[in-house]
């Protein structure tokens, strides 16, 4: 009798799960990350607490703007089910903001540390090639006023000048003296890492497109393809021409020449699509060149 009763109650108790995974699937979130599982409803209602609580925490990712505002159990990262068979494991993933990050500290662990310290006090003012952008950059930095439409700079020149080191040390004087919010991006990796990581492709194209200024390092060096030219590039150029937003670009080519390296493409020689490319960073910059001594040798 005892038998009979404990399996009339195994039967209520998966009856009562079943219902419960059943009224979890009216939420969207819930069912959509069930459907990605490919669970069956015996799996789905066994796990059903645990979909649960993965659910909650991207629906908090959804709505997050940066690891500052995390809600989840641990900051920068979601509980995900990894399904092996019948059996469901909770498993930590990082977020885009946490591997954003990961990543930006690796760099300042690498050669690239050079840059995220450069400041003012670091740059060699004896080296008479220099002069010139030095007193551009020290006057952009006295007279720049977030309010002002002020162009950039496309810095170009030879290799290992230090193009890249004036830029940063600017960019950094500004965000800590002035509060200004920028990005830094080593341009031929920005291909890259779209094509990597798509979940995170429109958020990063807003904020390219949106912080208030902008550093393409070392455009020209990236091999050219129609997608990354005329999606990637033009879209984020065209976004911050409209909204007069400040960009800078260092690079070793003149524009002329990064105007016909951009005409090529494994597909195509689009001359068109490259000069379009080349009128919006001469809307947004101010061209100086830069010939001085391998500072890297």
């Known amino acids: 009798m005892e038998s009979l009763n404990n399996k009339s109650q195994v039967r209520e108790l998966q009856k009562e799960l079943l219902a419960n995974y059943k009224e979890n699937l ?38 997050c ?30 977020c885009k903001f946490k591997k954003e990050n990961d990543r930006l500290l690796a760099l300042k662990n690498t050669a690239s540390k050079e840059l995220f310290n450069a400041r003012f006090q670091n740059i060699d003012v004896k080296d008479k090639n220099r002069v010139e952008v030095i007193k551009w950059i020290k006057k952009f930095y006295d007279e720049y006023d977030i309010y002002k439409d002020m162009k950039g700079l496309y810095l170009h020149g030879s290799f290992g ?26 341009f031929p990796d920005v291909l890259k890492d779209l094509k990597e990581d798509w979940d995170s492709y429109n958020g990063k194209m807003e904020r390219y497109s949106t912080v208030p200024i902008l550093l393409l390092d070392d455009i020209g060096a990236e091999q050219v393809s129609e997608w990354g030219r005329d999606e990637v590039l ?30 090529l493409s494994k597909s195509s020689l689009d001359k068109v699509k490259a000069r379009r490319i080349l009128e919006r960073i001469k809307q947004l910059t101010v061209d100086m060149e830069m010939i001085s001594d391998n500072k890297r040798s």
Do not use: W
């Open 65 to 94: 703007k940066g690891l500052y505002e995390c809600k989840n159990k641990v900051m920068g990262h979601f509980l995900y089910p990894k399904v092996e068979g019948k059996v469901l494991d909770l498993v930590y993933v990082p």
């Open 161 to 186: 000048s230090g193009k890249s080191f004036l830029v940063y040390a600017l960019l950094n004087e500004l965000n800590i003296n002035k509060k200004v919010d920028f990005v830094a991006l080593y």
């Open 234 to 263: 033009g879209t984020i150029l065209q976004n911050r021409m409209n909204n007069h937003l400040t960009t800078f670009f260092t690079s070793n080519l003149t524009q002329e020449e990064l105007e016909y390296h951009l005409s």
């Open 26 to 63: 009216k939420d969207a979130t819930f069912q959509n990350l069930v459907n990605k599982l490919g669970i069956d409803e015996n799996v789905g209602s066994l796990y059903n607490s645990d979909l649960e609580d993965s659910a909650l925490e991207l629906k908090n990712c959804s709505k």
